[in-house]
């Protein structure tokens, strides 16, 4: 509450000949404490009670108690979801301090401010995929009368150099915003050495430490190893890809995520030969259907698979930029083994939580100790009640980037702003950006299945051919689209599913939708916009149940 016109609330003695900056940091202790409802009335004029409290000490002692600290917030770690949290608390006013480090890879690649997403995960892996699309673009404008005689080819080096430059202009951008906001950037591994206190140690060893009164982690996670001879002496990992400084040439992507599939892609996309080494499924996690026609259409377009085999042993025979590597696999499901000879191997096989060596034991926050991943409750918060965490870190949550800005964004604002918002889990959409790509929102048919019964549910799908597939002759009947929707409840959709040109900008629109309750007869009640690939959506009258032939014959 504000004093009455022409006074001003001020305390006594301590306040008197302080500096503007002592002033000014009083001022935001005071504001802090008043944010959070721990004091509420500074002006003795108006309530005799306030002067109570400060003469008893007890405002005082509020006021030391935050004071105690460092900083109001400090973040460990300098991805996209500690940086949303750190720029919004600063924006309320709180005093950060954000630590970033990153630990070299085995290859020795390391990089800037910004996290896995901005320099080694969705940015540089959008834009090289970009880079094979517009390979295909131009094989398909010869078909629309475009004519060109020199022989088109593709610089590896030129794409990373530019690549690289706009990586570079985003990381300076993280730092100038960081700055403009007041927020400390220490660019020094972050580890816990006792309740509320982090060291953090620089390039060259030198240690220092700071405290906090509350802590968000947010390290992120890094490429795993096989633990076999020769794989962190001579693979790379898309920690790796993106800047390599010559063209891989023949490439063994070991594994089936998103990361492996989307990597192999644009590699091939790009006119690389490629083989993918699979030890089980497609895509785990992610709709085994759609997972397959994933995979069938990057076989279909030159890329080889090698199911049921997991590598034992990587031996280099020459050494070079790139060099020959042998690699001897094992059967999945009996005694054979195969060699083979590439220039690079890219594992893409999981990745691990930076959780087990920042201190954590040390105060006492509990991790999952086979996944490494912390477990919190539904506000971000651990077991110990002054640090939280956000990310890909957490135990059971989408580890995805708009999740994790998402997220770090409202942690702060329930810390430092009383409000109560807190991050939807649920209906995230995603893309996987293989060749032909694949957008989701909502359950697999797997998962539905298995949380409301397959009688309880009605699939409608269709496939469909882009306009732009036509003249140029390619694969009549590959992209395909499918809604699952919940028969009980008003025939919900609860999965979305496209495999088809521009997935994401397509997926994007419908997890809108999806939020606001969609159903099959807003879907049917919706005018499309023809001709769009989105529009099909809007006409789906064949369900799987009725086993009825989904092809397309126009468009």
């Given at each position: ?9 001020r305390?006594?003695s ?5 500096s ?5 940091a009083?001022?935001?202790?005071l ?8 004091v ?7 309530c005799p009670?306030s002067?109570r ?28 979801g500690?940086l ?17 480090f990153?630990?070299?890879s085995p ?10 997403c ?5 940015i540089?892996?959008k834009?090289?995929?970009?880079a094979?699309?517009l ?6 404008a ?17 794409m ?6 706009h ?11 960081l ?7 220490v ?6 050495v ?21 802590f968000v ?7 795993r ?13 898309s920690?790796?890809l993106f800047?390599?400084?010559?063209c ?6 070991v594994?089936?995520s ?6 192999a ?14 030890r089980?499924i497609?895509?785990r ?7 397959e026609?994933?995979?069938?259409y990057?076989e279909?377009?030159?890329?080889k ?10 031996q ?13 696999a ?19 096989i999981g990745?691990?939580?930076?959780t087990?060596?920042i201190?954590?034991?040390k ?8 996944s ?9 918060q ?13 135990e059971?949550?989408?580890?995805l ?14 810390l ?7 991050c939807d889990?649920?209906?995230v ?17 797997e998962?539905a ?18 306009l ?20 009980l409840?008003?025939?919900r959709?609860?999965?979305f599913?496209v495999?088809?040109?521009?997935a ?5 629109g419908?997890?809108a939708?999806?939020?606001?309750g ?11 916009i ?5 529009e ?8 799987k149940?009725?086993?009825l032939?989904?092809t397309?014959?126009g468009?």
């Amino acid at each position: 509450m504000s004093s009455p016109p022409g006074r001003r609330a001020r305390l006594s003695s301590p306040g008197a000949g302080r500096s503007s900056a002592a002033r000014e940091a009083l001022r935001r202790r005071l504001l802090g404490l008043i944010e959070g409802n721990r004091v509420m009335i500074f002006s003795k004029s108006y309530c005799p009670h306030s002067t109570r409290a400060h003469q008893s000490g007890l405002l005082q002692k509020l006021l030391q108690e935050d004071s105690a600290y460092d900083y109001d917030l400090i973040v460990i770690g300098g991805g996209s979801g500690g940086l949303a949290c750190a720029q919004e608390a600063a924006i309320l006013g709180k005093k950060v301090m954000v630590l970033d480090f990153v630990v070299p890879s085995p290859q020795g690649t390391s990089w800037g401010l910004g996290g896995t997403c901005v320099n080694v995960g969705c940015i540089p892996k959008k834009l090289m995929h970009q880079a094979a699309l517009l390979g295909q673009a131009l094989r398909d404008a010869r078909k629309f009368g475009w004519e060109y005689s020199q022989q088109v080819k593709h610089t590896w080096e030129t794409m990373t150099e530019a690549i690289q430059n706009h990586i570079g202009s985003l990381n300076w951008g993280y730092r100038l915003s960081l700055r403009e906001k007041a927020v400390a950037y220490v660019n020094s591994y972050g580890e816990f050495v006792e309740h509320h206190k982090i060291k953090a140690t620089n390039r060259k060893g030198q240690e220092t430490c700071y405290t906090a009164a509350k802590f968000v982690l947010a390290t992120g996670q890094r490429p795993r190893y096989l633990g076999i001879q020769g794989d962190k002496e001579y693979c790379i990992t898309s920690d790796d890809l993106f800047s390599l400084p010559y063209c891989p040439g023949k490439t063994l992507v070991v594994g089936a995520s998103y990361v492996a599939l989307e990597c192999a892609g644009f590699l091939a996309g790009i006119g690389l030969d490629v083989t993918i080494m699979v030890r089980s499924i497609l895509l785990r996690g992610f709709d085994q259907e759609m997972a397959e026609k994933v995979g069938s259409y990057m076989e279909q377009h030159g890329v080889k698979f090698l199911r049921k085999f997991v590598p034992v042993l990587v031996q280099q025979l020459e050494k070079g930029s790139p060099g020959k590597l042998k690699v001897v696999a094992k059967s999945t499901e009996g005694p054979e083994t195969i060699e083979e000879i590439y220039n690079t191997v890219l594992l893409a096989i999981g990745r691990d939580s930076c959780t087990r060596k920042i201190g954590l034991e040390k105060i006492g926050v509990k991790i999952n100790e086979k996944s490494g991943k912390i477990p919190v409750n539904d506000v971000e918060q651990t077991n110990v009640p002054y640090v939280y965490a956000v990310g890909d870190i957490l135990e059971g949550k989408l580890e995805l980037t708009p999740v994790a800005i998402q997220a770090g964004k409202l942690l702060a604002r329930r810390l430092f702003a009383g409000r109560l918002e807190k991050c939807d889990y649920v209906n995230v959409p995603t893309t996987v950006f293989t060749p032909l790509e694949y957008g989701c929102c909502g359950l697999s048919e797997e998962k539905a299945i298995e949380m409301y019964k397959k009688e309880n549910l009605e699939v409608y799908h269709t496939l469909f051919w882009p306009l732009e597939w036509t003249v140029a002759g390619r694969d009549n009947n590959t992209c395909y689209a499918k809604i699952i929707c919940n028969k009980l409840d008003n025939y919900r959709v609860i999965g979305f599913h496209v495999l088809g040109p521009n997935a994401g900008e397509v997926t994007q629109g419908f997890a809108a939708a999806m939020k606001c309750g969609l159903t099959k007869q807003l879907l049917d009640d919706t005018i499309g916009i023809h001709p769009t690939c989105g529009e099909v959506f809007t006409t789906l009258e064949i369900t799987k149940s009725s086993g009825l032939d989904i092809t397309q014959k126009g468009c």
